[in-house]
């Protein structure tokens, strides 16, 4: 294996739950990792859901993130970060007007799979996608989703 680098706008990208997404590292890096730059709308974010198999960091570039996890609650400026543990119920929402850019940090590879096993599920139903599809198709990377209130 050897190394590799992207400058802006290169590598692979994708979309899910109107959130445009590039791949920075995962499974193509044979790595424990995965490194992903979202870049969310005012609003955006996902519905509350617990990673039974890998921890999740957030750090912001651009914008502000509500995170929540379990009983915290923390709203990041750029530069703020959260870790957020596997097996806690936690939720990442856009805060404000303005869109965000997030790096996403998760503890294993695969999440980027998930996203794209969404986006294309969600494209070809031409809807978005509801919590029954995220997590039958999460089900396999340990995803699992709860109804927005839930925490």
């Known amino acids: 294996m050897s190394g590799y680098a ?20 995962g499974q193509r890096t044979g790595a424990s990792f995965t490194v ?4 969310w ?12 198999d890998e921890d999740e960091a957030f750090y912001v570039l651009e914008g502000r993130l509500r995170v929540k ?4 609650e923390w709203v990041l400026e750029p530069g703020g970060f959260a870790y957020l543990p596997r ?7 856009v805060e404000g007007e303005a869109a965000a850019r997030v790096l996403i940090v998760t503890s294993r590879p695969g999440l980027e799979e998930y996203f794209a096993e969404v986006g294309a599920e969600a494209a070809a139903s031409g809807g978005p996608p ?13 995803l699992r989703h709860f109804p927005p209130g839930t925490i």
């Open 36 to 39: 992903l730059a979202g870049d």
């Open 87 to 93: 097996g806690v119920i936690h939720q990442p929402t």
């Open 130 to 142: 509801d919590l029954a599809l995220l997590d039958r198709v999460g089900a396999p990377y340990g």
């Open 41 to 52: 709308p005012a609003g955006g974010g996902a519905p509350p859901h617990v990673h039974d």
């Open 6 to 25: 992207f400058q802006p706008g290169e590598g692979d990208r994708l979309t899910m739950l109107e959130t445009d997404t590039a791949i920075l590292a």
């Open 69 to 72: 996890c379990g009983n915290s």
